[in-house]
């Protein structure tokens, strides 16, 4: 395969086929071949195509190089290349530039596209703007997409925890890995224990982070499992779930061990979880 590339790359050397060196180029950057991706996108982009320059964003984006990326981005715009709105957003969010990535995002969803409005909504509640994201969310559900309806019947779960939202729940699960972890919740809350360590080993075993957590504490909540408890804390933080430094702190803490305890609320605090840091502080005051 690489020889391949390699004699295509070297090929196309003085073409001016557009197509062929945006083809050439989206098969090196599938081969994380970024700077030779970047060659034929440029000299695409060069040609006067818009895909060359939304591509060529791409694979600056994909150096982290965001400021050129930017600028590709916008050039393919102006081209006519609607499909860059999504990807200027994201750009802009690792520049720092939130208000130009919420009005790319917007863009995006203007666009027609509603993983752009997604990340529109994300953004905003990231933001504190929680009414507004979920408008945002709540109209893009209304267009007919699943994700969205999922979302926005996760954030009316935490808002409201009412039950009535089981079915949207239970519909969302396959498409937002919050609403399964949220459907849980409510069967919990429903006095349905079994249902909802089904719920969540279900999600464990499809790789869902989030499921981690909440199936740790059932385990130990209403199972008085605590081995099989530490077990999920840590599958959840090997996925990448910080907040379960601090249960599986607390569980340690419990059983007498205070110098794990101390160890886990130490690295769930460095990532910036305060319940952790709190508990760590605790511990070191007693």
Known sequence: MTEDLDARLWRLQASEDADELIELGCDL???DRHTDAEWCFRRAAALGDATGYYDLGNSLAAQ?????????YTVALAGGEPDAWRNLGLALEQLGDLAGAMAAYRGAADAGDTEGGLQLAFLLREQGEREEA????QELAAAGDDEADAVAACWEWCATLDPALEPRLRAGAGHFAAARADLAALLLST??????????ERGAKLGEQVAWLPLGNLYREELGD???AEEAYRAGIAAGDVYCHHNLGVLLADRGDLAGAAEEFQRGAEAGDQLAAAALQLLRES
Do not use: F, G, I, Y
Request: charged share 40%; aromatic share 4%; glycine share 0%.
């Open 134 to 137: 979920l408008r945002v969310a």
């Open 29 to 31: 950057a599938d081969a």
């Open 191 to 200: 006095d349905r224990p079994v249902e909802a360590r089904a719920v969540l």
């Open 226 to 228: 605590d081995e099989a």
């Open 64 to 72: 982290q190089r965001w400021s050129e990326a930017v600028d590709a």
